[in-house]
């Protein structure tokens, strides 16, 4: 599985969490909150072992999740998108004020779901190429978390703020919508093909039981 861990946190406020296996991925996302500088939009990974925390802060809500160092950036940093949307549509305003965990009971099952769709279901990778842009064009450079926790010195920001998120989102949600769009019309074309492929067969048959093209011993 490619991401093992997710939380939703505003501040170093967790609000809601869930993890796909038995780590201590919780206690170093708990010193990541802590140490993550200033309150301007934030999109950072940092190492740990094998595994690479992803964070995404955006309008003082952060969400983080773990992967494996194999899973790149382009998958996790989508899960974070998509974990990072759902949660705004769903609590709205209420996160400026909820307590800690007040979300959990309810959104852990949608981070559990989305953790087995991205880590799992191809068609997400497929789906997430669209994101290139998004992701690809910030370079993140690793910072080790032990080295920095044990220096006491703040965790560097490892992918440059980008002015132009909210524009690469416009055109990601527009080539998504177009995406969707074709293979709608690709699988009613098929249906179409389907269906005369099968009235063709009819017709070939009843041609051969009733001794002709234009079908005289059962008309």
């Not at 869930?18 to 993550?36: D, F, G, M, P, V």
């Amino acid at each position: 599985m490619a991401i093992l861990y997710a939380l939703v946190a505003r501040g170093s406020v967790v609000l809601a969490e869930y993890s796909a296996t038995s780590t201590t991925a919780n206690a170093i996302a708990r010193q990541i909150l802590e140490k993550i500088p200033g309150n301007d939009d934030t999109n950072a990974s940092y190492s740990q072992d094998r595994y690479i925390f992803h964070v995404k802060r955006t309008d003082g809500l952060t969400v983080l999740c773990m992967a494996d160092d194999t899973a790149g950036r382009r998958i996790p940093f989508a899960f974070l998108e998509e974990i990072h949307q759902r949660f705004v549509r769903t609590y709205g305003r209420a996160v400026l004020s909820a307590q800690a965990y007040a979300m959990n009971e309810e959104f852990s099952r949608v981070l559990s779901q989305q953790i087995e769709y991205f880590s799992n279901d191809p068609n997400a990778d497929r789906i997430n190429r669209l994101k290139g842009e998004m992701s690809q064009v910030r370079n993140v450079m690793i910072e080790n978390i032990d080295k920095v926790l044990d220096r006491g010195d703040r965790l560097e920001l490892l992918v440059d703020k980008t002015a132009t998120m909210q524009g690469n989102t416009f055109r990601f949600r527009k080539q998504a919508r177009r995406f969707r769009s074709t293979v709608w019309w690709r699988n009613v074309k098929l249906t179409i093909a389907l269906i005369f492929l099968l009235l063709v067969i009819i017709y070939v048959v009843l041609a051969f039981v009733c001794h002709g093209p234009t079908l005289p011993s059962c008309l």
